[in-house]
C-alpha cells in the first residue's frame, strides 16, 4: 500500500482509532495484523517469504541465548544465510545469470542458465537488514532475545517502516512494543504534522519533479546538455524529498500511535563534506554498515591501505545493496571514493576540522562543492545503465550551451517554488531559527500553514499515486 494513495487515507485513520481503543494486550495482534493487511496489498504470496525468514530467527535468537562457542555461531550463520538467500535469489540471481551467460558466451560455450521470472519483493533490502541486526545483536549479547513471537514478528514488519525504512535496531523498537501508550494528542499533533510535510516534499515537489527529470533521462538522446544538466539537478532534490518525505511519513504515521523511530534524514544537502554527508542520509543505512561491516574489518584502527580497503568495501556493499546493475556499484564506487580522498585529506592536513573547513565563504564553497559531487554520482544512481549515464555525462559536458525543455512556466514556478521552501526549511531548522510555522506557538499560525500546505498539495500536485523511489529496493 503506498502512503500517497486513497487506500492509505482510509487505512491510517481505521488503524490508528482501533490501535487506542483496544486493551494494551491485543494492541501489538491488531498492528501485525494490519502490517500484514499493508504489505500484503502489493502482493500476497510474498508474506510467506517473510515470515519464514521470520520464524527462522525468532527461534536463532532464542537459541543463541543458550549456546555458545561453534554453536552459537552456526546458529548466527543460518540466519544470515537465510535472510541473505532469499535476497540473493529475488534481487541479484538474475544479474549474476546475466553476467555468467555473457561469460560463457565470450568463451563460445553453448551452455545458458535460465533466468528466473520473479518480481522482487517490496522493501526487500529493508526488512532483511533490520532482521539481520536482530540476530547479529543477540549473537554479541547486546540484545536480549525476544520471546515473544508477536512482538517480534511486529518488529520486523511494523507497517510505517516496513517497506523503505528507516532499519530500526532491536534496541531502540522492541521495548517500546511492549510499552503501554497512552493516548496523547502532542503526539498525535506532531505525528500528523509531521506526515503532512513528508506529503508535501512527495506530492507537491518530489513528484512534479519526477516527470521532468523522467522525460529528460528517458528521451536522453535528443536532449540537449542543459536540459540533462537542470534534469541531474531536480533529480538530486526528487530522490531526497521523495525518500525524506517517505521518512517523515513513516515517522509520522508511527508518533501517532507513541512510537519513535529514529530520524532517517538530517539535512543531507547542507553538508559541508562528503564524510558529513553521509552521517546525514540514510542514516539507519549508513549506522547499519559502519556497526556491522566497517567496524568488524577494523574500521579506521588499522593501517591507512586497510583502512582504505574498509571505506570501499563498505560502499562498494552499499552500491550492490541499492540494486543488480553495474550503476549502483559505481555510485558506490564514487562515493567510497569521495569518502577516501577527502580522509585523506584530513589526516594529511596540520591543522583541525575547524581550519580545514572553516565557517563563511569556505563553508558554503564546500557545502556547494559536495553538493556538486554527489549530485554528479546521482546520475549514474538514475541512469539505467553505464552506457547511458557517460552519454548522458558527455551531453552535459559537451552541449551545456544547448536550448533548455520546459514544461511550461507556470509548471517550472510552482517547482522552483517547492524545491526554495524545502531549501529554507533545512536551512532554518539547520542554524536553529526558530521559523517553524508548522509548531507555531499561536494556533493561527498553525492552521494557516496547514491550511496552505493541504490546498497547494490538491492544487498543484502530483496526485497519482506515484511509487516512492526506494520501495524497489
Request: hydrophobic content about 50%; glycine content about 6%.
Amino acid at each position: 500500500m503506498l502512503f500517497n494513495s486513497f487506500d492509505f487515507l482510509i487505512f491510517f485513520p481505521l488503524v490508528t482509532v482501533v490501535y487506542y481503543f483496544l486493551s494494551q494486550k491485543f494492541r501489538w495482534l491488531w498492528l501485525l495484523a494490519a502490517s500484514c493487511y499493508f504489505y500484503m496489498f502489493f502482493k500476497p504470496i510474498y508474506i510467506l517469504i517473510l515470515g519464514g525468514t521470520i520464524v527462522i530467527d525468532y527461534f536463532v535468537g532464542i537459541y543463541l541465548e543458550k549456546f555458545s562457542g561453534a554453536q552459537k555461531k552456526l546458529l548466527l550463520i543460518v540466519s544470515i544465510i537465510a535472510n541473505v538467500g532469499v535476497l540473493a535469489v529475488f534481487k541479484y540471481y538474475n544479474f549474476f545469470i546475466e553476467n555468467t551467460n555473457g561469460f560463457l558466451s565470450l568463451s563460445n560455450h553453448q551452455l545458458q542458465f535460465p533466468y528466473l521470472n520473479i518480481l522482487l519483493p517490496i522493501g526487500l533490502s529493508f526488512h532483511t537488514f533490520q532482521a539481520m541486526s536482530y540476530t547479529i545483536e543477540v549473537y554479541r549479547v547486546r540484545q536480549k532475545p525476544e520471546k515473544h513471537f508477536g512482538i517480534y514478528a511486529l518488529y520486523v514488519m511494523f507497517y510505517p517502516q516496513l517497506v523503505a525504512g528507516p532499519i530500526e535496531r532491536p534496541q531502540h523498537m522492541l521495548h517500546q512494543f511492549h510499552e503501554k501508550k497512552a493516548f496523547n494528542e502532542s503526539n498525535l499533533a506532531y505525528g500528523l504534522k509531521l506526515m503532512l510535510w513528508g506529503f508535501f516534499k512527495k506530492i507537491f515537489v518530489a513528484d512534479r519533479l519526477a516527470v521532468y527529470v523522467g522525460t529528460a533521462y528517458s528521451g536522453y538522446t535528443h536532449e540537449t546538455g542543459s536540459t540533462l544538466l537542470l534534469a541531474t539537478f531536480f533529480f538530486a532534490i526528487q530522490i531526497y524529498c521523495d525518500f525524506s518525505g517517505y521518512s517523515d511519513i513513516a515517522r509520522g504515521a508511527a508518533k501517532t500511535m507513541g512510537y519513535d523511530l529514529m530520524i532517517n534524514f538530517r539535512r543531507p544537502y547542507l553538508a559541508g563534506n562528503i564524510s558529513d554527508f553521509w552521517r546525514r542520509w540514510h542514516i539507519s543505512l549508513s549506522t547499519w554498515f559502519r556497526d556491522f561491516v566497517y567496524f568488524p574489518l577494523g574500521g579506521n584502527h588499522t593501517n591507512t591501505l586497510k583502512w582504505c580497503f574498509n571505506l570501499m568495501i563498505v560502499f562498494l556493499l552499499s552500491g550492490i545493496w541499492h540494486g543488480a546493475n553495474y550503476t549502483f556499484v559505481f555510485w558506490g564506487f564514487l562515493h567510497g571514493s569521495f569518502v577516501v580522498v577527502h580522509k585523506l585529506s584530513q589526516r594529511w592536513h596540520t591543522g583541525n576540522q575547524k581550519k580545514l573547513y572553516p565557517y563563511g565563504a569556505f563553508k558554503f564553497a564546500g557545502i556547494v562543492l559536495n553538493f556538486a559531487l554527489v549530485t554528479f554520482a546521482w546520475i549514474f544512481f538514475r541512469a539505467e545503465n553505464m552506457q547511458q549515464a557517460w552519454d548522458i555525462i558527455e551531453k552535459i559536458f559537451t552541449n551545456i550551451n544547448g536550448e533548455l525543455y520546459f514544461k511550461t512556466t507556470t509548471w517550472m514556478l510552482v517547482s522552483l517554488a517547492g524545491i526554495f521552501i524545502v531549501l529554507m526549511a533545512d536551512i532554518f531548522e539547520e542554524y536553529g531559527l526558530n521559523v517553524q510555522l508548522l509548531h507555531h506557538k499561536h494556533l493561527a499560525v498553525r492552521l494557516i500553514t496547514v491550511s496552505t500546505i493541504i490546498i497547494s498539495i490538491l492544487l498543484f500536485g502530483t496526485l497519482r499515486n506515484t511509487s516512492f523511489i526506494y520501495f524497489q529496493f
